[in-house]
């Protein structure tokens, strides 16, 4: 369904991207921001996903300064070489990326942002500090609460496992008292990367109700 392409960065960066779009006109455009694992099959399938719902969804290779083209899979190997991605996290540069995302998608309509993991995380701090957003979800982002003084320009909702071993619920109890205006959800049973159905740690009926959660965000506040 989906096409690779190219997307250039205020700085002139050029970074890989995967776009999807849907069989008719689109009603939106959805940046997807990847996990640690790069734009892999996972994210490649939400894009799709994404169009199914008839939106265009485009997702920027963040990786690429460091490694063009990584992507990986979720064995103990992967996981290693995945890690030393965000030993120490660039988030200006990913947002630079992220912003070019968002004016490749400008023209469909209006632009939300979706993103898993370290793409939580992102899709967060784009909502306070890019433009052009309608609408930010954030799922399992483990640096949300490390920046959660910043002030989002647009709707924010957040998904949240509560066995994440990565989040402890007490960073989820500050993210709701700080971002009070935000959609926070916790999931009983569900951890780290409880949406992606090629992780050991899917869990189906929290993966499910949280699609259906964010596109009821989406459907709410992503209009033409």
Known sequence: ???HFTLTAADKHEVGAYRADPAGSAKGGMVVI???FGVNHH?????????????????PALFDRTERDFECGYGEADMAKAFTFIANPDFDAMLRDTQAAINELKSVGPVGII???LGGTVSFAASAELSGLSAAICYYGGFIAKMVDKKPKCPVQM??????SYIPMSDVETIRAKQPQAE???YQGAGHGFHCDERASFHEP????AWQRSMAFLQK???K
């Open 159 to 164: 998904h949240f496992g509560e066995t994440d």
């Open 206 to 209: 929290s993966a499910k109700l």
């Open 184 to 186: 926070v959800y916790v």
């Open 43 to 59: 994210i490649r399938a939400v894009c799709d996903r994404l169009a199914g719902e008839g939106y265009a969804a485009v997702a």
């Open 1 to 3: 369904m989906g096409k």
């Open 115 to 117: 993103g898993f993991c």
């Open 221 to 223: 506040h992503m209009k």
């Open 34 to 36: 990847q996990e640690i």
